[in-house]
């Protein structure tokens, strides 16, 4: 249990109509009281709200003489209890009134634990929205005994006190970064559980088999068999199957939170620059160094039909057309090696492909969609088109759309797009239910898979109970770490350091 009272803006940090300061803990009620003018906070009922004043120093008692008269009378028999006078009692709202000064007129939430965000006793005090006015406010709450929180601390006490499981958590700050609809709908449906009682569905069912093995282990003098094999099989068979389709749907939550990556690759004079240029001409927009992917690379958001691609570029090398010269083969590898799909460009106007072949079977791997999009055709007759399609399809033994266009007549360039769109709704009708977006559940995923499959090989071949346990041991831990139920300060840290702070 963590002891401290915490307080943070949990508003953006700039001028707004209204900001919010949040606080947390044990304390929020007796800390707020003390520079609070207004209704006594431990007298209110929970999820009510307040007008009043935010004070620096100790102020005017406003509350009504009935209850200041009933607490005057509780403070005196305790301190004549203790024989200390009353005056010297901490929090004598009744003296001192020419030292106050007001810092804001604000309204104060009050909510009582256990049914709140954190499960604590927790205030939001709403002020003029001032940063300079939020940074008084938490200045006179530290004075008072509350400490400043820590990035996403409200949210991990959430989940410290039993609130929400850690795949909750974690959808809180993707709730937050959502910018489109697919990715708030993935991020709600995680808050409501949907990972959650997937994961606990499967956990139960592992666990009621563990115990059983585990019971052989504990009579294992006797040889008896409590867990019937062929039925672990069977459920073994079920969860690997269950664990393959979130496994296999996390490339469509990829899509949806991080966008999907394409690289586009072409010789000298393909055209790239143009259909850059034609295609990011109404957006224009984000030209961003995303941390994370390989250094030297720029990537320019494209939205298509409310999904998200990265065209992944390489840095300094934007406005050069000599992708191929400049950046060489193994630059070209390892641009297409971060991206999802690889739009390859070729010039109609060029006569002879075979580069252009060798280039694409060099780069080609199973899991990259390749489209191919032959440019330049307003400087060819038509005729040539399907010649040129024949050399590719001839050349190539990998699937590849083959989309002809012209970037300065803007003609297919829409074809183009659908193309792309209708990759990222391909995965999505490979969806059913809930989707993996986060890496760390896809990892737990993966290594919970592998101890499955490996307690499936250990009951195929007869091998010990004792591995058996072990392994149904694993893939009960790993599954516990998508839910928190196994973890560590340092995973934590990891996840609730890259919330907002007053999160
Ligand atoms: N003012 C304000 N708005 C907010 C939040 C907040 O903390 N304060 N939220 C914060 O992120 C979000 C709402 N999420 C919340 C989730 C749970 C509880 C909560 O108190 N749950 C309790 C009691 C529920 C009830 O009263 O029935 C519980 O589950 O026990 C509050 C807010 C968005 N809007």
New binding site residues.
């Given amino acids: 249990m963590n002891q401290d009272t915490i307080c943070a803006l949990?508003t953006a940090n700039g001028v707004g109509a209204i900001g919010?300061i949040?606080v947390s803990g044990e304390k929020s009620f007796e800390i707020v009281n003390k520079v609070f003018e207004g209704k006594n906070l431990e007298k209110t009922k929970?999820?009510t709200v307040h007008y009043g004043f935010i004070v620096d120093g100790k102020t005017r008692d406003v509350r009504p003489e009935t209850e200041r008269k009933e607490e005057r009378e509780k403070k005196q028999a305790l301190s004549e209890d203790a024989s200390t006078p009353l005056s010297m009692t901490a929090d004598n709202r009744q003296l001192a009134t020419d030292t106050k000064e007001i810092i804001d007129e604000v309204m104060v939430?009050v909510?009582h634990a256990?049914?709140?965000?954190?499960?604590e006793n927790?205030v939001?005090i709403s002020f003029h929205g001032s940063p300079h006015i939020g940074a008084k406010i938490l200045e006179v709450l530290i004075k008072n005994g509350a400490r400043m929180a820590k990035a996403g601390e409200?949210?991990m006490r959430?989940f410290m006190n039993g609130?929400i499981d850690l795949s909750q958590a974690e959808s809180?700050a993707d709730l937050i970064a959502a910018e489109n609809e697919a990715s708030r709908k993935v991020a709600l449906n995680q808050l409501k559980g949907g990972i959650s009682q997937e994961i606990s569905v499967l956990r139960g069912d592992l666990l009621n088999f563990t115990s059983l093995i585990e019971l052989e282990l504990d009579f294992a003098e006797e040889d008896v068999e409590f867990a019937d094999r062929t039925a672990l099989v069977a459920l073994i068979k079920r969860i690997q199957t269950k664990l393959k389709s979130l496994i296999d749907s996390f490339q469509y939550g990829n899509a949806i939170k991080n966008g999907t990556a394409v690289a586009i690759i072409g010789k000298p004079n393909a055209g790239k620059s143009t259909l850059l240029n034609t295609l990011l001409k109404e957006e224009r927009a984000i030209v961003s160094n995303i941390a994370g992917t390989t250094r030297d690379t720029i990537e320019e958001i494209l939205h298509i039909k409310g999904h998200a691609f990265r065209l992944i570029d390489t840095a300094g090398l934007r406005d050069t057309e000599d992708e191929i010269e400049a950046i060489g083969v193994q630059k070209a590898r390892e641009k297409v090696s971060q991206a999802e799909i690889l739009v390859y460009l070729a010039a109609a106007n060029s006569g002879d492909f075979t580069e252009d072949i060798r280039m694409i079977q060099s780069l080609v791997r199973e899991d990259l969609e390749l489209i191919i999009c032959l440019t330049k055709i307003d400087e060819v007759v038509p005729t040539t088109f399907d010649v040129i399609e024949n050399q590719f399809r001839d050349a190539l033994d990998t699937p590849f759309d083959f989309i002809k266009i012209s970037a300065i007549e803007n003609r297919n360039i829409q074809e183009l797009k659908n193309e792309l769109s209708s990759y990222v709704e391909n995965l999505k009708a490979q969806e059913g239910g809930v989707v993996i977006t986060n890496q760390r559940h896809y990892e737990a995923l993966q290594k919970s898979l592998y101890s499955v499959t490996q307690v499936e090989e250990a009951v195929s071949h007869n091998i010990t109970t004792e591995l058996l346990a072990y392994e149904l041991r694993n893939a009960l831990e790993h599954l516990g770490e998508i839910s928190g139920e196994f973890t560590n300060d340092e995973v934590l840290g990891n996840i609730f350091s890259k919330f907002c702070i007053g999160?």
């Fill in positions: 949990a919010i949040r929970s999820h939430s909510f256990p049914k709140t965000f954190t499960t927790s939001e409200f949210t959430a609130r809180i999160k």
